[in-house]
């Protein structure tokens, strides 16, 4: 499955961004989607993600109220709205799924390439 992240960028502490993660023209079904973050010196650690069907959603004490995970399943694509952003958000920002291959029964992780988020101070 390949994965197309979108919408990282640079902003002010305050600011917004949405991350886009689409698995476009994919034959797998697509369960499970969201994110994970890793800062410079840090490990990669869990942001949000949203199941398929009923689409509950987790996420990090970190970012809960600020940011706000969904998903359009019509496009195999997720979105993570992030708002009231903190300099200690800064990351890359590492989008995936959990998807599973006709006649398969297994549904292994797939990731993105990762995109940078900056929130300057």
């Known amino acids: 499955v390949q994965l197309e992240e979108s919408g990282g960028g640079s902003v002010e502490a305050g600011g917004s961004l949405r991350l886009s993660c689409a698995a476009p023209?994919?034959?797998?079904?697509?369960?499970?989607m969201g994110w994970y973050r890793q800062a410079p010196g840090n490990q990669r650690e869990f942001v949000a993600d949203?199941?398929?069907?009923?689409?509950?959603?987790d996420y990090a004490d970190s970012v809960k109220g600020r940011f706000t995970i969904s998903r359009d399943n019509a496009k195999n694509t997720a979105y993570l709205e992030m708002n009231s952003l903190k300099p200690e958000d800064t990351a890359v920002y590492y989008c995936f799924v959990d998807a599973t291959a006709p006649r398969a029964f297994s549904s292994p992780r797939y990731w993105g390439q990762g995109t940078q988020v900056t929130v300057s101070s």
């Open positions: 949203i199941t398929a069907g009923d689409e509950i959603t």
């Open positions: 023209g994919t034959t797998f079904s697509i369960n499970t």
